[in-house]
């Protein structure tokens, strides 16, 4: 029986009538999850064109229910845990460490896998799928995200393919092997983190921020594959990366990473946007969980002069002000403090402005760290000897002698006391 409802129904109408369908689908992931590591593998070509089927008639029919919200959940939490290993064949990660593989499916999204011993694809080389074993389209389950990336208005299944796909991400075997479009992907999520609509999901538990934190580590993690990108597509990536710098102090780190990694991958990309990334950078609050990122980047940066050629004064100053933020010993750990005396070394010799406009502002700030330096550490002194200075008087009060005096002192009085009376 066919796992669809009809249209036009109401929420409580839909709600029960997917009950039989939700009982469907559990069952069809668990015989997929089974049948991918046994035979015959007909059953899995079988159910997996069945899950696709009720996925797609779902955002056809624009199914809101909890039940359909649920179902969704499934049957992405199951296709997107699918893995590949070096020699395509595909498995289900259980957990963050443990990966079945199947000796009997194999990943295809391109047909050249059957006729060539093996493909080149930006410097991994991927085997033949051997014959007579069954092979599953992968592109389909992306085509599959997508269109939930476009189409879906609830924010627990958001949520849950965007998790999903950072991590699969991560298995580039697997996407290299398949024909997707990920220019499509990265456009899809570079308007989603900008996107109003991720402001009125459904069941959205705190703000449209927690979506953010999700969008960005995946946008991340699309930037090692810029060569299957095109030019329009990594200036668009490298953009949301830029926006994802001030979007929060979660996303922040991430993009700083992604950005450092841009900047060697993409050289004709970032020198386009070298002056904005700098700017965004410089309203990035320093704290010592983006030290080491921020001053990797601009260690990068420096190294690639066709990138800052262009750079003025004002530009420079930015980039001494934000090193300078992390010479502070009191706030940065040694390693950081002399990272950044390196990296600020760095750009000062290969400055190509004359330095002597420079000698001033740097001098400035090291002096104002220095004189903070100072008036910590005498505050600090001076706390110390007035914690000594009780610490004496204390006990003195408390020494046997002092005790012995007081007692004495105090049956003078009362003996004077009583000789008035």
Known sequence: RSLDVPANMTEAEEEQAL??????????????????????????????????????????????????????????????????????????????????????????????????????????????????????????????VEIGLEQEKHYSVLDAILRQLSSLLHHRILILSTDCDLNNLSRLLCELAKSSRRCSLKGMPITAADISMQIYPVLTALVPYCGKLTKSSQLLLVQSLENGLVAGKQSCRACVVALSLSILEMQSIIVQRVESLVHRLTLVSPSPSLAAPVLELLSNLVQISCLYANFNPEHYKSVFAMILAYVDPAQFSLYIVTLAHHVLALWFIRCRLPRKHFVTFILNKLRQIANHLQNAVKAITLQQEQNQAHQHAYESLSSPASVGHLTAHHQQQQQHQQQQQ
């Not at 991918?36 to 056809?60: A, C, I, N, R």
């Not at 080149?120 to 033949?128: A, N, S, T, V, Y």
């Open 19 to 144: 009950q039989d369908a939700k009982l469907a689908v559990a069952g069809l992931v668990a015989i997929f999850k089974h049948k991918l590591l046994h035979l015959p593998t007909s059953h899995v070509d079988l159910v997996f064109q069945l899950l696709m089927s009720h996925m797609k008639k779902q955002y056809e029919m624009g199914y809101a229910s909890h039940v359909a919200v649920l179902l969704r959940m499934i049957v992405f939490d199951c296709l997107l845990s699918l893995r590949a290993n070096s020699h395509l064949r595909l498995g289900l990660q259980e957990n963050a460490e443990i990966v079945s593989f199947s000796n009997f499916i194999y990943c295809d999204g391109r047909d050249l896998l059957q006729n060539a011993e093996s493909l080149c694809m930006d410097g991994e080389i991927l085997p033949r799928v051997p014959t007579g074993h069954s092979t599953l389209h992968f592109a389909d389950v992306m085509h599959l």
